[in-house]
């Protein structure tokens, strides 16, 4: 059984400051790996996905990966409180074909960024 | 391009009734997903179906179950609730395929008294 394992935190920065929320994974067969955002009381909103080792950045997020150490990243520049949220990350279960719609979950990371 | 609808958005009803929720996807993708989500559990599968199949599907109960429509609408239903299936019910919307990017609806709150 796949497994997807976070920080559950709280994180907590001061505005303007970088967070740096982490995510380890069992498989060293994934393929495929999502940053999720879930403010209080909605639903889950994609933000980052990534798919291959190094970086990848937008605007102030940078997804990290690293297949060998089997961990994935999100660094959040200049912090901003509208950021304070739980982040999931997810990958799927399985790479193989038709097995991709079950995305396995961390527990979150709740990120408190003060002004 | 529209999002993910699901409907109803809240629902309360009473331990051993049965319920069905609907989910719509973006247009233009065929495969749906199922999550429960609970303070205690996170977010855990239930199921997805895919171009009216269901392809995988989580650990839970038979009392769960889901069907898709030619037009890739989902339903799902859960028969004589509990009050352990108070959750927030969400579904993503995906093309089907490698590298499987799912997109959120706003999910329905069930609450079971």
């Known amino acids: 059984q796949k497994e997807v394992e976070q920080n559950s935190g709280p994180l907590s920065v001061p505005e303007g400051a970088i967070a740096s929320l982490n995510c380890t994974y069992s498989d060293r067969g994934s393929q495929s790996f999502f940053w999720y955002r879930q403010y209080s009381g909605k639903s889950p909103e994609l933000i980052m996905s990534?798919?291959?080792?190094g970086d990848k950045e937008d605007g102030r997020f940078t997804a990290q990966l690293n297949k060998a150490s089997q961990y994935v990243s999100l660094l959040i520049r200049d912090s901003q409180p509208s950021d304070s949220a739980t982040y999931l990350c997810?990958?799927?279960?399985?790479?193989?074909?038709?097995?991709?719609?079950?995305?396995?979950f961390g527990q979150g990371t709740e990120l408190s960024v003060k002004p | 391009k529209a999002g993910v609808t699901q409907t109803p958005r809240y629902l309360i009803k009473t331990r051993g009734q049965q319920v069905t929720l609907s989910c719509s996807p973006i247009?233009?993708?065929?495969?749906v997903s199922w999550y429960q989500q609970t303070p205690g559990q996170g977010l855990q599968f239930l199921f997805e179906y895919f171009s009216e199949t269901q392809r995988n599907k989580g650990n839970f109960p038979g009392r769960f179950s889901g069907r898709q429509f030619s037009n890739s609408r989902s339903e799902m239903n859960v028969s004589t609730l509990e009050l352990g299936d108070s959750a927030l019910y969400l579904c993503a919307s995906s093309l089907g395929g490698y590298p499987y990017e799912q997109y959120f609806g706003p999910g329905t709150r069930l609450t079971v008294t």
């Open positions: 247009s233009g993708h065929r495969s």
């Open positions: 990534i798919y291959s080792n």
């Open positions: 997810a990958a799927p279960e399985a790479a193989g074909y038709n097995q991709g719609g079950k995305l396995i």
